[in-house]
């Protein structure tokens, strides 16, 4: 792999991270349960570190760090935004929604993981990964809860 396709699959990755901490502010703030606020104010912050390592990574393989988020991400946090308005921001229907936009990053990941990274990128892609999958499996499991 070279090091334009490394940078580029990275800034894949940010642009996924971007919207994920962006997806998390956008529920903390329309969840009204206060550990649920604290549960993804915490996420964010989590995928706004990732995406400063990532971007580390890509200035050191010579690229431009992408510093925004993707439209799905936009697209997705205004069907958060409707969705909530809808539902009168009840905090089951804003976790069925962040699980969503979960399901987008694991795929993300899964995706950049198939490729031949070099192994100090492959090294923190996994790392990254194993922590999107804990975050998908947090957010399914509080969806859970709040069915019942």
């Avoid at 993804?40 to 393989?61: D, G, P, T």
């Avoid at 993300?108 to 990254?128: D, F, G, H, M, T």
């Amino acid at each position: 792999m070279n090091s334009d396709d490394v940078v580029s699959t990275l800034n894949d990755l940010i642009e996924t991270s971007k919207d994920g901490e962006e997806g998390f502010r956008t529920c903390a703030e329309d969840a009204s349960d206060p550990t649920l606020k604290t549960f993804f104010s915490n996420r964010a912050q989590s995928c706004a570190a990732a995406v400063l390592e990532l971007q580390s990574l890509v200035r050191s393989y010579g690229g431009d760090p992408e510093t925004t988020s993707g439209l799905g991400g936009a697209l997705h946090r205004r069907w958060v935004d409707i969705k909530s308005l809808v539902t009168g921001k009840d905090d089951k229907a804003v976790l069925k929604e962040c699980e969503r936009g979960e399901d987008v990053a694991v795929s993300s990941y899964r995706r950049a993981l198939e490729k031949n990274l070099p192994v100090e990128v492959r090294a923190v892609v996994e790392r990254q990964y194993q922590g999107v999958l804990q975050n998908h499996d947090q957010v399914k499991s509080l969806r859970d809860q709040y069915r019942s």
